[in-house]
């Protein structure tokens, strides 16, 4: 399965950005469908965000659109999810999850590989 470790977490501000980082290790990562998901306080797990193999489709959360940008380096093994206008409901443990499948999908089951996650807290 490979490892998928993802960094940038933190505080912020309502309003206010945070890229996170996703590095893959042990796959090939040019083969896999990347997502990004979140599990808020007391929530089930949701899906924000997906990119095709090459970056050249991209899928969203109807919460996130407009505000939230996946892409992806696949010389640097790296998925990045850009958050801007971040809203205290976007409080979160952030995961970066890997598809080996076809197509760009939204559930937790459709994804192979899992990060450990990254926190992100929206607070004045």
């Known amino acids: 399965q490979g490892q998928l470790v993802e960094s940038g977490g933190g505080l912020v501000q309502p309003g206010g950005s945070l890229r996170l980082s996703c590095v893959a290790s042990g796959r090939t990562f040019s083969r896999d469908i990347m997502g990004w998901f979140r599990q808020g306080p007391g929530k089930e797990r949701e899906f924000v965000a997906a990119i095709s193999r090459i970056g050249g489709s991209t899928t969203y959360a109807d919460s996130v659109k407009a505000r939230f940008t996946i892409s992806r380096d696949n010389a640097k093994n790296t998925v990045y999810l850009q958050m801007n206008s971040l809203k205290r409901e976007d409080t979160a443990v952030y995961y970066c999850?890997?598809?080996?499948?076809?197509?760009?999908?939204?559930?937790?089951?459709?994804?192979?590989?899992w990060g450990q996650g990254t926190k992100v807290t929206v607070s004045s």
């Open positions: 999850t890997a598809r080996t499948g076809p197509g760009l999908r939204n559930g937790v089951r459709d994804y192979d590989a």
